[in-house]
Every structure is written in structure tokens, then in C-alpha cells.
Nanobody
């Protein structure tokens, strides 16, 4: 069964940090670009960051550049999102997703991903 499972969310004060993890199983993780998305109440799901299958290409949304860092460990079939200097505007459910094409290019577009985790809640208090 193809599966992505996020963990690491929680409640943190503004200025704090969290590290999200995304564990993959059921497919060849190293062959696929992976992305992090988030959805705040009443808002569209937006692409936060993405990383190519090899880890050599990375993209970030402007809103998180310089604060968030994406990485992956293909030996452990796991991806990470280190989030620093968090603000209340970062409050959302965070999802990881796998690109729908093997060796597909990095993208922050929802339609390019077809395997999704269940999400993990991140709440930043002011």
C-alpha cells in the first residue's frame, strides 16, 4: 500500500521551531519528487516547498524562504521540513505529497501530486 505519514506537528509560540517528518512506504521513494503543502482554515491548500528525487533541486514559497528548510533521506524513505521563526500565519494543517510522475520535476502545484498524507496540525500562538 502506498502511504505517506506526517508527524511532528504541534503547538508552538511565535518565534519557535518545529520539525515535520514524512515517512513513505509502498513505493520507490527515491524516484519521486516530494512536496510539503499547507492549508489554513478557509484558505486554499498551498505549496510550501518541494524537493527533487535526488534532493538536488529545492523550491520554497516566498512566504517561508529563509525560515523553512526541506530535506530528504532516501535511505530512510523520509522527508523533513525544518520550520524556524514561526509566526501565527504559519498555522495550518501540513501535508506531504509525492509527485505523480517518476522522476517528475519539482513543483509546488497541487495537481502535480497524487499521493497525500493525512496531514499534521501546526498551531503557532502569538
Amino acid at each position: 500500500e502506498v502511504q505517506l505519514v506526517e508527524s511532528g506537528g504541534g503547538l508552538v509560540q511565535a518565534g519557535g521551531s518545529l520539525r515535520l517528518s514524512c515517512a513513505a512506504s509502498g513505493f520507490t521513494f527515491a524516484d519521486y519528487a516530494i512536496g510539503w503543502f499547507r492549508q489554513a482554515p478557509g484558505k486554499e491548500r498551498e505549496g510550501v516547498s518541494c524537493i527533487s528525487s535526488s534532493g538536488g533541486t529545492i523550491h520554497y514559497a516566498d512566504s517561508v524562504k529563509g525560515r523553512f528548510a526541506i530535506s530528504r533521506d532516501n535511505w530512510k524513505n523520509t522527508m523533513y521540513l525544518q520550520m524556524n521563526s514561526l509566526s501565527p500565519e504559519d498555522t495550518a494543517v501540513y501535508y506531504c505529497a509525492a509527485h505523480k510522475r517518476r522522476y517528475g520535476g519539482t513543483s509546488r502545484q497541487r495537481d502535480d501530486y497524487d499521493t497525500w498524507g493525512q496531514g499534521t496540525q501546526v498551531t503557532v500562538s502569538s
